[in-house]
């Protein structure tokens, strides 16, 4: 009897195994996976020089910082990935005092307009800055302008009056 024992309970065991085996096996299948951009127009950003224009820089003095603003605007054929300006301060000597960074996160689309905000703590040795353009891929050539329009902001031309009939 015992043999019998031993080999249904080897047979109860086995079958198990198996059944559980198979069971695991046939786990739920993940669905399938689906592009983040189908169907979406993907351009890559620039790599190497990229052409930036830029209007005079504004710079306020803010509390305990001094703030630049800068327009600029993406005239590259492609975008432009972490646009960043480090504005440097000078004393009268031209040493270096202090410094600070303004970087758009998106990227800059071409023809697309935006401002740059730098944040440098104020020093009152402060004299001379100057601005130095750079982003993720290369470098960038600035062209300085008078003004900067965002496309669809041109003034709009008036029309001449209709001749009276």
Known sequence: MNRAHFIVAATLFSTAV???????????????MQS???GKKFTPPVK???LIEFTQPVTKRNGANV????????????????????ETWYDKGGQSITA????????IQPQEVQTI????????????????FSHANGTVKV???KAIDAPGDEPKKAEAPKPKR
């Open 48 to 50: 190497g020089e990229a």
């Open 36 to 38: 983040v951009l189908a």
């Open 100 to 107: 600070g960074k303004g970087i758009l996160q998106a990227p």
């Open 18 to 32: 198996t059944t559980s085996a198979s069971l695991m096996a046939q786990a739920p299948q993940a669905p399938p």
């Open 143 to 145: 062209a300085k302008v």
């Open 67 to 86: 703030v630049t603003t800068i327009k600029v605007r993406n005239i590259s054929a492609a975008p432009v990935a972490r646009l960043q300006v480090t």
């Open 117 to 132: 905000t730098i944040t440098t703590p104020f020093n009152p040795a402060m004299s001379s800055n100057n601005w130095n």
